[in-house]
């Protein structure tokens, strides 16, 4: 900083100025002092930093099943909306959250000086290992969370299910409407099933499911089981990737959607609007799950005990596989 400040001419005050952002330095000292950082290749060291003032501005990340679209969208999201308030984000992807494995990741978080940490949660089995965690720093969940729950920011799952659901009654006019649900060791599966269930018994319809593990190989499997039933006129699949398979077993079958079989999925893939037909699904709005996981985060190091945040709630998005 010496260095930068002898070659700009002004003070160590006021590089320290210019690199904290501050206003009271004029544009013409600033566009100085900037320009001979980039000359003598000056990077503020943040480790010392961290030292200095005690705070790392990182917070550690733990995040689960990236190759699905949801947890991978999530991810992003929460790494965005650090940014966005100034933070880095150190981030651990696991394969599964197991009691050992969070344990392992958190203490090399935790060596890295993270001020607090975020879990994605997806599986129920994680949501009791992150509550055995006892850490000198905030954590909080992201998805797979109840609402009211403190330090916790998901998107309303079970409101997601029940939008689907109440959509299918509307076009299809069926006695029943099928589940194609994600695995359900999967806490999103199951409240998006909760939700199914909801609207099936406040509209007196039944019920049918199967079991699926949110690929679309499983929605095809199932798929092909519904379409050999002339009966089944309405399918809600868990996400997108398993009503692509539902929606080509339909097709193989000679099954017309939406005229014989309206369905619907969830997430709103970025593919799922050039499906044939185009998909109808139930939009997730990741970036404001993000940002509400960060604020809650903020707010939490900023001394606030057991903060909460209003779940976040899905969109229907209705295309031509429910209505023409």
Do not use: C, K
């Amino acid at each position: 900083m010496a260095d930068v400040a002898a070659l700009a001419g002004v003070s160590h005050q006021t590089v320290s100025r210019v690199l904290n952002e501050q206003s009271l330095v004029r544009p013409e000292t600033r566009e100085r002092v900037q320009r001979a950082m980039a000359d003598l290749g000056y990077r503020r060291n943040h480790a010392a930093r961290a030292l200095v003032t005690n705070r790392s501005g990182l917070i550690g990340l733990v995040a689960t099943h990236l190759g699905f679209y949801g947890p991978g969208m999530i991810a992003t999201a929460v790494q965005d909306a650090a940014h966005d308030a100034g933070y880095e984000v150190a981030q651990v992807g696991l394969p599964e959250i197991s009691p050992q494995a969070l344990r392992s990741t958190v203490d090399r978080l935790l060596d890295r000086a993270v001020e607090a940490v975020v879990v994605e949660v997806t599986r129920r089995d994680a949501l009791d290992a992150v509550a055995a965690l006892r850490l000198p720093v905030p954590v909080v969940l992201v998805q797979g969370v109840s609402p009211g729950q403190p330090l916790a920011a998901g998107i309303d799952q079970a409101l997601g299910g029940e939008l689907a659901t109440r959509h299918l009654l509307e076009v299809a006019r069926p006695g029943t409407v099928v589940h194609v649900t994600g695995p359900l060791d999967w806490v999103e599966a199951q409240m998006r099933r909760d939700g199914w269930r909801a609207a099936l018994l406040r509209h007196g319809a039944e019920g049918r499911e199967l079991v699926g593990d949110w690929t679309s190989r499983s929605g095809y499997e199932a798929g092909r089981e519904l379409a050999a039933d002339p009966s089944v006129r309405a399918v809600f699949a868990g996400n997108d990737a398993m009503a692509l398979g539902v929606l080509r077993a339909l097709h193989e079958a000679g099954r017309d959607v939406p005229g014989d079989v309206a369905v619907v999925g969830f997430d709103d893939t970025p593919d799922s609007a050039n499906f044939w037909p185009p998909l109808s699904t139930v939009r997730q709005d990741f970036g404001a799950l993000g940002r509400r996981a960060v604020e809650l985060t903020l707010r939490a190091l900023a001394g606030e005990v057991a903060p909460e945040a209003e779940l976040v709630a899905p969109q229907l998005v209705v295309r031509a596989s429910t209505t023409r």
